[in-house]
């Protein structure tokens, strides 16, 4: 888990520092700001999505988990959480929610995460986390910057999924090949693609409801990958 903390801690410091630039900057100024991370959104997506050698089992997990996360009612559970987790801390700003999950899917759907909670599962050292959190750290003051208080509350989830992560490559590591590592993150660009079009303001998906599709891009690997 050391690697997961340190990948924490540098959200955190990249992530105040975005809340100092963000009082001082001109709104025209974050403005551009936002709509560079929603283009880099969009071509790291793209970057990792094309890396897919199964997009039959891509296009049925992300089916899958889409009509999933429309029956668990993710994104509104999701939307609530950080609704009530804003008004605990009496935080301002109306994008606490979007900050949190923007934030959060950045920094989780790469497959530097996959790696680098393999690596540490497995008993290196977490060179791999640390080079994450190096990046970042960077993305959070960008983000922190456009988006506020939010991106540094993505710690929250980012300690449960990146940390599961571990944990599960730990007990499981024997069983974990290279391809599954790259059709889940290929699964992971097509999020990053959903996000960057929301980012942007091109049409507001609900890219919650399809985060499912990482459990399943597994399970059908499994079965018949």
């Known amino acids: 888990m050391l690697g997961t903390i340190v990948n924490a801690v540098a959200i955190l410091v990249g992530g105040v520092l975005g809340l100092v630039l963000k009082s001082r900057l001109p709104e025209k100024y974050t403005a551009v700001f936002f709509q560079v991370i929603g283009l880099f959104t969009l071509v790291l997506g793209f970057s990792m999505s094309i890396k ?19 029956i668990l009612n993710l994104q509104q559970r999701i939307d609530t959480w950080a609704i009530a987790l ?82 599960i490559a730990a007990a499981t590591a024997k069983s974990l090949s290279n391809a599954m590592v790259n059709e889940l993150s290929a699964v992971g660009g097509v999020l990053l693609i959903a996000l960057g079009i929301n980012i942007l303001g091109i049409k507001k998906l609900e890219v919650v409801n399809l985060l499912p599709s990482l459990v399943f891009i597994i399970l059908l690997f499994y079965l018949f990958g």
């Open 52 to 70: 897919t050698e199964k997009p039959l089992l891509m296009v049925f997990s992300l089916i899958l988990g889409g009509v999933s996360g429309i």
């Open 86 to 167: 804003k008004n605990r801390f009496k935080l301002k700003g109306d994008r606490f929610a979007e900050g949190m999950v923007v934030a959060f899917l950045l920094f989780c759907m790469g497959s530097l995460t996959v790696l680098g909670a393999l690596e540490e599962g497995t008993g290196g050292e977490p060179k791999l986390f640390y080079v994450k959190s190096l990046m970042d750290g960077f993305s959070a003051l960008a983000l922190a910057s456009t988006l506020g208080v939010g991106v540094i509350f993505s710690i929250l989830p980012l300690l449960v999924y990146q940390g599961g992560l571990t944990w």
